[in-house]
């Protein structure tokens, strides 16, 4: 699915009736099976981006589209259907404690056959290699491997947006490149479009495209294309400073 976003704004209500806009005049076209990082400094409006995409939040103004559909005004079975396309992988995992491995994938597969679900549920932790800890509780993991299960959950439904809210940041370094591998792969595999916020360098050098974003706007949109040597190109993004930073 392609993902375009015109003339969008978030407008948030902070303390004392203060309005905190997070989003502003926004416009931004992924194409359909694409990988673009988005990067910017705390506060910039990443996160806010990633759920208006995935439609966990609604835009003050402007529409967004996903695939060429407006989901803003979906309402009941056809919001749910929407929502079953897209994967979401947070920064912090939420996982929830009480359930096993198997149970916070099913999670995502509420009103699916129960035979059809559990297969289904059991093929995506195989393919983040978490089958083995199908019974276990999210506690006895390291952060890895919730981040492993948190991936087979946002994927088991085949989703055709993938959308990943800082996924390496409460990991180390080799740990978070798996992570990444894991999102790509999923990309080359079945073809899903994916968006990547986050603050590391080297991550956004594994994508096609960066797009920089600052005080809710986008401040520069940088093309990477394919990158033969991910260190060097690290350095390039890096290195590189919009304008008017």
């Not at 359909?32 to 806010?48: F, I, L, Q, R, Y």
């Not at 009480?98 to 093929?123: F, H, I, W, Y």
């Not at 409460?170 to 894991?182: N, S």
């Amino acid at each position: 699915m392609s993902i375009e976003l015109a003339g969008v704004s978030r407008v948030f209500r902070g303390p004392a009736a203060r309005r905190i806009t997070a989003i502003r005049d926004l416009d931004l076209v992924v194409a359909e099976g694409s990988a673009v990082a988005v990067m910017g400094p705390s506060g910039s409006g990443k996160s806010t981006l990633l759920q208006l995409v995935g439609g966990l939040d609604e835009p003050t103004a402007g529409t967004v589209r996903t695939g060429g559909v407006e989901w803003v005004g979906l309402r009941g079975r056809r919001l749910a259907e929407f929502r079953r396309s897209v994967g979401f992988v947070f920064q912090q995992f939420n996982l929830l404690p009480g359930l096993t491995v198997l149970d916070n994938v099913l999670v995502s597969m509420v009103g699916a056959p129960a035979r059809e679900a559990r297969k289904q549920a059991l093929v995506a932790l195989e393919l983040v290699g978490m089958a083995a800890c199908r019974n276990v509780l999210p506690a006895e993991l390291s952060g890895g491997e919730q981040q492993r299960v948190a991936i087979a959950r946002a994927v088991v439904n085949r989703p055709a947006v993938l959308l990943a809210d800082e996924p390496t940041g409460a990991l180390d370094t080799a740990t978070g490149f798996a992570v990444v591998d894991l999102l790509l792969g999923l990309r080359d595999e079945a073809g899903a479009t994916v968006l990547i916020a986050t603050h590391d360098y080297a991550v956004a050098a594994r994508c096609e495209r960066i797009v920089t974003l600052r005080d809710g706007g986008i401040v520069s949109d940088l093309w990477m294309g394919a990158a033969a040597d991910p260190a060097a190109t690290a350095e390039r993004v890096r290195s590189f400073r919009p304008a008017d930073s």
